[in-house]
């Protein structure tokens, strides 16, 4: 049972353009969300984070909307660049250590 | 180096052999998890540990597996009587608090097994 899912499994989007990853979650009570981003033979890395009292963070080029009535958040980048070349995966946890994580949508920035 | 560091990066396993997989958090990180990550899939939770107590282990998927953390720092995943289902990347995260769902955590790069 998938509590979160991120249903595009790859997005290619041409540098200096906005990258938009979405992620849909089932549990109500998740109250705090993470993106990470792997490279190859990495292990996933941090990028940012929401608690579900807010409905946007930004760091930087980077922005996490969260839509909780929709149980919907969204990971933008702007602009995009090549580095940013990556899978990203979304997490979510409830009052708990237990992340659950979707399958990660890959994403190509073309120069 | 700071982070998480993870040995073997690579292991090859006949079926029925034994594996241990090393972790090495983050110094004074009181949290360690392990996650397995079957290929196209995201990581799924195993155990958890708060300084050496395993206060859950819930994600474990059979007694062929064992986790531990005897003192509170280097973690151990065992997987006893290696089955091909058990091929995945194995991946090690520390956080720095206790039970915090607000803690972020830190991944190590992974062992990859491979069972025969």
């Known amino acids: 049972d998938q509590q979160v899912k991120q249903n595009s499994p790859s997005l290619s989007v041409q540098e200096g353009r906005i990258s938009i990853l979405n992620c849909d979650y089932t549990n109500s009570m998740f109250d705090y969300f993470l993106w990470y981003k792997k490279y190859p033979a990495e292990g996933p890395t941090f990028l940012i984070s929401?608690?579900?009292?807010?409905d946007k963070n930004e760091d930087g080029r980077f922005t996490v909307f969260l839509n909780k009535s929709a149980k919907h958040l969204s990971l933008h980048i702007v602009p995009s660049q090549p580095g940013d070349s990556a899978v990203y995966f979304c997490a979510a946890s409830a009052l708990g250590n237990q992340f659950y994580f979707g399958t990660g949508t890959s994403l190509t920035v073309i120069p | 180096g700071a982070g998480v560091s993870q040995s073997p990066r690579y292991k090859v396993a006949k079926r029925g052999q034994d594996v241990a997989l090393r972790c090495d958090p983050i110094?004074?990180?009181?949290?360690l998890f392990w996650y397995q990550q079957a290929l196209g899939q995201g990581p799924e939770f195993l155990t958890y540990f708060q300084n050496e107590a395993q206060l859950d282990k819930s994600g474990l998927p059979s007694d062929r597996f064992f986790a531990e953390r005897p003192e509170g720092s280097v973690s151990t995943l065992k997987i006893q009587r290696t089955q091909q289902e058990d091929s995945a990347v194995y991946l090690c995260?520390?956080?720095?608090?206790?039970?915090?769902?607000?803690?972020?955590?830190?991944f190590g790069p992974g062992t990859r097994l491979t069972v025969l």
């Open positions: 110094s004074g990180h009181v949290s």
């Open positions: 995260a520390s956080s720095q608090k206790g039970t915090s769902s607000t803690d972020t955590q830190y």
């Open positions: 929401i608690s579900s009292i807010k």
